[in-house]
């Protein structure tokens, strides 16, 4: 009846066509990679700080924000991206030192109820600072000239060089967290705290120093993320709020207290949610709270945390 | 949980022929504040019934209040509003087999994970209104509200009554959730569940079914939840995401450890306090959430037992402040520590 139209190829002429073809699936893929990748820097210092504290820090998004934010002021005070990265590095590091001897060092001991108001409190605190500095508007940070070019992968396909720095970036930083993790003596005594903290503590280490470094580097990491995410995705207000709760789905999804289950449930969510707005995008939003909930319904502890 | 004393059950009374005075002596607006108040009191209670009764502590229970809002948006036609006797009903039906399917799910796992699944059925809910157009999207919808109707009479309300009656049905509402869930504590039902909360294992090697313990508590909850919800919808006539949104579940765990978990009263000091505070740093400065954030800080640093367990001095401690377990319960760790 209708030769042309029900032939196999009249996939061509339909609406879905130009989303099918190789280089977007390229494009969409790399942008996962990259989004999943940006999603482990701050769901690695959630599992972490989880895993060695028991601390549930809802206001780790606001750190994020924090991260972005600064982004922004350094970039329009100086002009350049490149000071604002050690710089949100820095800034994180002393932040974290300071919340940890201050606030959070009162609180590993205490119910989760009482973390989550306490961290919920300091949601509300950040986002009123971040008003009363920067106010309430929506800012774009340039990407670094440096990076402002697209490199061309195949023939009428190019990719942002920025999003390829970020790929690069954030894997450098998840190796380094590997080698900390997994080939240094304080990564070992981290791990071992993980575990059991008990032992730990006999075996005469101070926990409370390994609880700063581990918190530090936790902040760092989410500042850093905000940085290296400002010229992707621009400043807003409670920007942190959407990151922290998909960065919470990483944490279960990849088991808590995992570094490296965080870092495949990042990969996994950051594909699963960019080629789900890409091609299903009714249901996209869905789609990651579906895949979290079917995988603790079928492994209760993570799909890499210890089976139970 | 209920007061133990004849002194607390005066002023529980006291407390509710205040609340029900209320309307007669200040301003419209702030009629609407109070049913506002009385609504998240009631979301708080029952969100109390999993964590502070049961010992779960669960972030997504505005599901349950926000599903109840839109159930009635859903059933309204647009002309015309329904009678609440239709409304509620429904619309705590639909909030109670929500939270069957969702506890049935996420009470086969426990603490963080029972937190964070809790949140993922939430947020799915959040998304599902936001991003397609079953509920008007992400800006939300206007509907016609119930109306006040019973066997075919129509209560006709001028545009001042109305705030004030709906003010008294969140009342009678609130009033008897206090007391049918005070009930329910006293009964074997509500002793396993303190004895959950105590210590599961030992409650299941007694020979209980813990699980369908929890899951009648989650399902109740729930229900209670869209108690309020569908109050939200008689209330404001409007619906938007944010209902269902985790903020809102967030909000109402504030509450309820603002005001003390270890007592049935507590939750609605909480929330009204809360309330009350949201609106004083409104009046007083511009940055309604620092000073929020600050207060909130101040109690969960310095008033680990909410604002029903600050210490009075002596006698009337015991007999406003008398609750089942002694504060010291749940202090005691957080002052070793602090």
């Known amino acids: 009846m209708c030769p042309d139209r ?70 329009s005070a100086t002009g350049s991206l490149w000071i604002a990265l050690p710089a949100g590095m820095l800034g994180g590091i002393i932040l974290g030192l300071l919340l940890e001897r201050f606030l959070f060092r009162y609180f590993y001991r205490r119910e989760h109820l009482d973390q989550v108001l306490l961290t919920f409190a300091l949601i509300l605190l950040f986002e ?26 195949t023939e009428g396909f190019s990719y942002s060089a920025y999003r390829f720095a970020v790929i690069g970036m954030c894997l450098l930083l998840a190796l380094l967290m590997f080698l900390w993790i997994e080939r240094t003596r304080l990564g070992a005594i981290i791990r071992a705290a993980a575990e059991k903290p ?111 | 949980m209920l007061p133990e004393s004849k002194l607390g059950w005066m002023g529980l009374a006291l407390g509710a022929a205040v609340l029900a005075a209320v309307p007669l002596f200040v301003r419209p607006y702030y009629v609407e504040l109070g049913t506002y108040a009385l609504i998240a009191a009631m979301l708080a209670l029952s969100l109390n019934l999993l964590v ?37 009903p429904v619309a705590v039906l639909a909030a109670g087999v929500a939270a069957l399917v969702v506890g049935a799910l996420s009470l086969r796992t426990r603490g963080f994970f029972f937190l964070m699944v ?18 008007g999207g992400a800006d939300g919808a206007f509907l016609a509200r119930p109306t006040l109707s019973l066997l075919g009479f129509e209560l006709e309300l001028t545009r001042r009554q109305r705030p004030v009656a709906i003010y008294y049905i969140g009342l009678v509402q609130m009033v008897a959730m206090y007391a049918g869930l005070a009930l329910l504590l006293r009964s074997l039902f509500g002793r396993v569940l303190e004895g959950i909360r105590v210590n599961e294992n030992r409650m299941q090697a007694i ?36 209902l269902v949104g985790w903020h809102r579940s967030a909000e109402a765990l504030l509450m ?6 270890n007592t049935l009263h507590g939750p609605i000091l909480g929330a009204l306090a809360f309330t009350g505070l949201g609106e004083v740093a409104q009046l007083l400065t511009e940055r309604k959430l620092l000073v929020e954030g600050l207060v909130i800080l101040f109690v969960v640093l310095l008033l680990p037992n909410g604002l029903s367990g600050m210490r009075l001095p002596g006698g009337w401690k015991r007999g406003l402040a008398a609750t089942g377990r002694p504060p010291a319960e749940r202090g005691a760790e957080s002052l070793r520590h602090g």
Request: hydrophobic share 55%; net charge neutral; with cysteine.
């Open chain 2, 52 to 88: 502070g009764c049961t010992g779960l502590v669960s972030l997504g229970h505005g599901a349950f209040y926000g599903l109840a809002a839109y159930t009635v948006y859903l059933i309204t036609p647009e002309e015309h509003g329904l009678s609440l006797l239709v409304t509620l």
């Open chain 1, 198 to 308: 008990e032992m730990v503590d006999v075996l005469g280490i101070d926990a409370r120093r390994i609880h700063l470094i581990v918190f530090a580097v936790g902040t760092a990491l989410a500042l850093t993320a905000g940085v290296l995410a400002a010229p992707l995705y621009s400043v807003y207000p409670n920007m942190g709020d959407g990151f922290l709760i998909i960065s919470f789905v990483v944490v279960v999804i990849g088991g808590l207290g995992s570094v490296s289950g965080a870092f495949w449930s990042a990969l996994l969510i950051g594909l699963v949610d960019t080629l789900g707005k890409a091609y299903l995008p009714v249901v996209a939003g869905l789609g990651v709270y579906v895949l979290m909930a079917a995988v603790l319904l079928w492994r209760p502890s993570g799909l890499f945390g210890p089976r139970s």
């Open chain 1, 128 to 153: 009123e600072a971040r008003s009363l500095v920067v106010g309430n508007d929506f800012y774009s940070v340039p990407v670094p000239p440096a990076l402002d070019f697209s490199i061309p992968i």
């Open chain 2, 118 to 135: 809790t949140l993922a059925f939430g947020q799915m809910l959040f998304f599902l209104f936001h991003d397609t157009k079953i509920g």
């Open chain 2, 256 to 261: 309820i450890l603002f005001g003390g978990l």
């Open chain 1, 6 to 75: 029900c032939s196999p190829f009249a996939i061509r002429n339909s609406p879905f066509a130009h989303t099918m073809d190789v280089a977007g699936l390229l494009a969409q893929l790399l942008n996962g990679l990259q989004y999943g990748l940006l999603l482990f820097l701050i769901a690695s210092g959630l599992t972490l700080i989880f895993g060695v504290m028991g601390i549930i820090n809802l206001a780790h998004g606001s750190l994020f924000m924090v991260g972005a934010y600064a982004a922004f002021v350094v970039t």
């Open chain 2, 207 to 242: 020979g209980y079914n813990t699980y369908r313990y929890k899951l009648a508590a989650f399902v109740i909850a729930g229900m209670l939840a869209g108690v309020a919800g569908h109050m939200w919808a008689l209330h404001r006539g409007f619906v938007n995401p944010e």
